[in-house]
């Protein structure tokens, strides 16, 4: 056994007898002048990996935002109701029931999540859904933490000193402390921006790299330790055992999101501030099969690409991918992840939401996952809510199909050449397989594409070339841009 991932075939985990799956939470929360907004984003990708590596699991890919409520109004900030990310996990966790998995272990990073306990408390005891444990790996540092360092509530010494560990250059100077005299919970009643001006509550001058790798090193002791005990409490539960493997491929170290020169979550609040950038770039893709011969994160990848270059082309602020929507056309196929529609509307709304608070006018999505067709409603509806504030996507991409037979749809010729061109180790050349149905795209709703392609292709992948890949992303930014600037103006 081994771990499994997104970057790995539906086929390839349909074979296997994994049964246990790791669901990263990270957030986009203020963390004060001198760190990334997308900090315990960073931290859950990283995290997930080293605690998932040598286990037989199925790690998904970190869910980018948390419930963070108390924080909206800081620009940059992204927060969801409670009831939106009670939805998310649900969804998710319905979606691995259906497909035979047995034990979900929630790595919780956000300061916020209150809602994710009483999830996991439901799941296990109410629907007895799926064996589920939910874990803070950060609160384990906090509470082995001098007492000098603490209180960290925050953008405080000990994230300070994980991020130093992590990426010394993620870390803005100079330091400064702040401490305000009154509980904690006074962030509950208030709102974190009147308790905490500057979005953050600690002492970060008191960090340093040498305590961030110790309190890493126990992070995942710790949480090692904690789910094992917590899944020995299941009357079918194992402790989930370290295995011996081959070296793990992961593209790019810093999935996920591709970094470059333009602003995004990896940004301060003080940067995205001075920057004070017009346009918002919203990703939207999917975590669904794509055939024998392509991953899992196939739509994931494509809008991480295209959504770096688009942002940085437009000067605009990217938020980090949703890497999971509604995909209930290939829920035959095993690791597929779908949430359902109105849980994918309520993220949207709460996204709108935040960017309204944090004072944004403009944004666009970018979708890459040709069935997530309640964007569009969803748009339509947020456009009319916010006056002054105008959310488009790029292009008519969600407009109607009709009723004519496609020939090429899913897993076809375009993505196998997006694939081979970025992100060559997860395509599988020996598994091509070209089949096309030569029906209405109707039958998504039917039937889902296992209903009209036992294999899940539609389409021509053998067709497929790198150098198709890039020149199709390269037209793609460019068409793109040209929409937005076009629409906007």
Not at 88 to 115: E, P
Not at 116 to 134: A, D, F, G, M, P
Request: hydrophobic share 45%; net charge negative; with cysteine.
């Amino acid at each position: 056994m081994r771990m499994f991932s997104i970057f790995d075939t539906s086929e390839e985990i349909a074979r296997s007898d994994v049964d246990t799956a790791v669901l990263p939470l990270g957030a986009v929360e203020p963390k004060g002048p001198h760190l990334p907004v997308g900090f315990d984003l960073i931290l859950a990708n990283r995290f997930a990996k080293d605690f998932c590596t040598g286990k037989a699991v199925y790690l998904l890919p970190v869910f980018p935002f948390s419930s963070a409520m108390e924080t909206r109004g800081f620009k940059g900030a992204i927060a969801l109701r409670q009831q939106t990310l009670w939805d998310v996990l649900n969804d998710i966790a319905s979606a691995l029931a259906r497909h035979d998995f047995k034990r979900l272990i929630l790595l919780d990073f956000s300061n916020y999540n209150w809602i994710t306990k009483h999830c996991v408390r439901e799941l296990n005891l109410n629907r007895e859904l799926i064996q589920s444990v939910w874990v803070n790996p950060k609160q384990f540092a906090r509470e082995a933490a001098a007492d000098d360092l603490l209180p960290d509530f925050g953008g405080g010494a000990v994230e300070t000193s994980l991020a130093l560990a992590l990426d010394e250059k993620r870390v803005r100077s100079p330091l400064a402390d702040f401490n305000a005299d009154v509980p904690r919970e006074t962030i509950d009643y208030e709102g974190l921006s009147k308790v905490a001006p500057r979005g953050f509550w600690g002492k970060p001058t008191l960090a340093s790299a040498e305590q961030g790798r110790a309190f890493y090193s126990l992070m995942l002791q710790k949480t090692h330790d904690f789910v094992d005990y917590a899944l020995k409490l299941f009357d079918e539960g194992a402790a989930i055992g370290k295995h011996a493997v081959d070296e793990i491929w992961w593209p790019q170290e810093n999935i996920p999101g591709v970094e470059g020169d333009g602003l995004d979550w990896h940004d301060t609040l003080a940067g995205i501030a001075e920057a004070d950038p017009e346009l918002v770039i919203i990703p939207t893709a999917a975590t669904e099969q794509h055939s024998p011969s392509q991953p899992l994160s196939t739509d994931y990848l494509r809008a991480l690409e295209l959504s770096r270059r688009l942002a940085d082309e437009l000067g605009a602020y990217l938020l980090p991918a949703m890497p999971i929507v509604t995909s209930w056309g290939h829920i035959r196929f095993r690791g597929s992840i779908p949430l359902g529609a109105m849980t994918v509307r309520r993220v949207l709304e709460d996204i709108a939401a935040s960017l309204v608070a944090g004072g944004f006018n403009k944004a666009a999505i970018v979708n890459t996952h040709g069935g997530n067709w309640v964007v569009k409603p969803t748009m339509i509806e947020i456009n009319q809510k916010y006056e002054g504030f105008k959310l488009i996507s790029t292009g008519d991409i969600l407009s109607y199909r009709g009723q004519m037979p496609v020939e090429q749809l899913h897993a076809c010729e375009a993505e196998a050449s997006f694939i081979q061109a970025f992100y060559p180790q997860s395509f599988k050349s020996d598994r091509v397989v070209d089949y096309s149905p030569m029906c209405s795209a109707a039958a998504f709703d039917l039937v889902g594409i296992g209903g009209v392609s036992p294999q899940g292709v539609w389409g021509y992948p053998s067709r497929g070339t790198a150098e198709k890949g890039r020149k199709d992303l390269q037209s793609d930014v460019a068409d793109a841009a040209a929409y937005i600037k076009t629409v906007f103006s």
